[in-house]
């Protein structure tokens, strides 16, 4: 797969340690406590979409928005957006992409942060 | 980087405040960082939760999410503003929104403040400063409003009840008897020989000993029955719940201790002070009227008076109860 170079990057590090008062430790305990709410609100999000739940896929949305942009984490922000949209205008097949691309984009974290540590 | 500053306020350590945050992330942020400046930290995941922390009395800053499960934080502020809590609870919302819209909807809602999200923690602290003057005037209000409700009430000299107090409780009393609810006793003391004594050891002395009376009266009477000052060396004493025959016989242990107490004057001298008490109550009386009341406790008083001083007479429509010192006995 080839980087797309306008694509978002995964955590913007920098501002992130910044916000939280730059505790390296303490960001790597946020990111485990995100780690866990991601594959929570996941699995729920692909319950909601089978069961066409847009309430529950607009508030997963929301709520992972919230917690990418605490922690800097620019393209899984949008992607929570877009997900949140989804429910709002009820676009099921909308929604079914912005979950698959929300995988993508928490892989790659993952392997990012794990080439960095 | 933001500055850590970790010294506090004395008003902010272990002060109590509330996160309600459905996102994880965003929950511990807030509470590493407000532990980190002094507070304690209540969390809440969900608008149930968020709404049985914020009842507590203690709870006076809370941090609330717009969007939470259960309950939002405009519908958390509503109904806060509706419930009587004993201090003011200073409300941030928290919202990833930020049109005007928003902002009016949230502050019409009872919201002080908001902040939109990812938050920014020097400004947060900054509001946080600004939601503890408004706590701090507060208090002082209510310092000042409970000072100016005692100066309003008391005596100062004594602090017993001032009169007009003494017969607001009386009035109320009243009514309560009138629903059919409980008897009453009312009893007027008046110090024998006051005159004398503020002849003999100077008007300080007779302040003195008044002062001591009433303290001596709040310890040997029960914490409902009242004291009031009705006026010189006058004091009535407004027992709920009690009929007759408890009225005798507190009026009577009233006459006891005051006889067998020694008082002590700022000039060392020690001396002893007697009692006359008048006295009656609504189960003895056919007209429950405050100037009824008053006045067959006065009369009561005067024939004390006259026939010594130093002993108790209650009056009622039919019957008279004299207590002495001497001998506890009852006349019909």
């Known amino acids: 797969m080839t980087e797309n170079p306008k694509r978002l990057p ?6 992130a340690l910044a916000r939280i008062g730059g505790e390296e430790e303490f960001l ?14 996941s699995a729920e999000l692909k319950k909601a979409i089978s069961e066409k739940d847009f309430q529950t896929i607009r508030e997963d949305g929301h709520s992972l928005k919230g917690a990418s942009a605490n922690l ?28 698959k691309k929300l995988k993508a984009e928490f892989d790659r974290l993952q392997k990012f942060l794990s080439q960095k540590g | 980087m933001e500055e850590e500053r970790k010294e506090e306020t004395s008003s902010q350590k272990y002060f109590p405040i509330l996160v309600a945050e459905d996102d994880p992330v965003a929950r511990r942020l807030l509470e590493k960082k407000l532990k980190d400046w002094g507070y304690r930290v209540y969390k809440a995941e969900n608008g149930e939760k968020a709404w049985e922390i914020l009842k507590q009395p203690e709870v006076r800053i809370a941090i609330l999410d717009w969007m939470m499960p259960g309950m939002e934080g405009p519908q958390l502020c509503l109904r806060l503003r509706q419930v009587k809590k004993p201090h003011y609870t200073y409300l941030i919302l ?6 005007s819209f928003d902002i009016i909807q949230g502050l019409e809602a009872g919201a002080d403040d908001y902040m939109t999200k990812p938050v920014n923690f020097m400004e947060l602290r900054a509001r946080l400063q600004a939601a503890h003057r408004i706590i701090e005037l507060e208090d002082r209000l209510l310092q000042a409003q409970k000072k100016l409700i005692r100066l309003a009430t008391t005596d100062s ?49 007779g302040d003195t000993v008044l002062q001591n ?17 009705y006026g010189g060396d006058e004091l009535i004493v407004l027992l709920p719940g009690s009929d007759i025959y ?5 009026a009577a242990r009233l006459l006891d201790v005051c006889r067998k107490s020694k008082i002590r004057l700022k000039t060392g001298q020690k001396i002893s ?28 008083l005067y024939l004390a008076k006259k026939l010594g001083r130093d002993r108790v007479i209650l009056f009622g429509d039919s019957i008279k109860l004299e207590m002495t010192e001497k001998q506890n006995d009852r006349k019909s």
């Open chain 2, 273 to 300: 002070v007697t009692l006359s008490i008048g006295g009656t109550t609504t189960d003895s009386l056919s007209q429950v009227q405050i100037n009824n009341l008053i006045q067959t406790s006065d009369r009561a």
């Open chain 2, 157 to 205: 000299l004594t602090h017993a009840w001032n009169r007009g107090t003494i017969i607001k409780f009386i009035r109320e009393e009243i009514d309560r008897y009138l629903r059919g609810d409980r008897p009453f006793g009312l009893l007027m003391v008046d110090m024998d020989n006051f005159k004398q004594i503020n002849d003999t050891y100077g008007h300080q002395a």
């Open chain 1, 28 to 41: 790597n305990e946020l990111l485990e406590i995100y780690r866990n709410e991601f594959q929570k609100r």
């Open chain 1, 72 to 99: 800097s984490l620019p393209a899984l922000r949008e992607t929570a957006l877009e997900t949140e949209m989804a429910g709002k205008n009820q676009d099921l097949e909308a929604a079914r992409k912005a979950l």
């Open chain 2, 213 to 229: 009376l009433v303290k001596l009266f709040k310890r040997n009477l029960r914490n409902y029955d009242r004291t009031g000052r």
């Open chain 2, 94 to 99: 928290l919202t990833a929104r930020d049109t």
């Open chain 2, 246 to 250: 408890d009225t005798g016989l507190i």
């Open chain 1, 10 to 15: 995964p955590i913007n590090k920098e501002e």
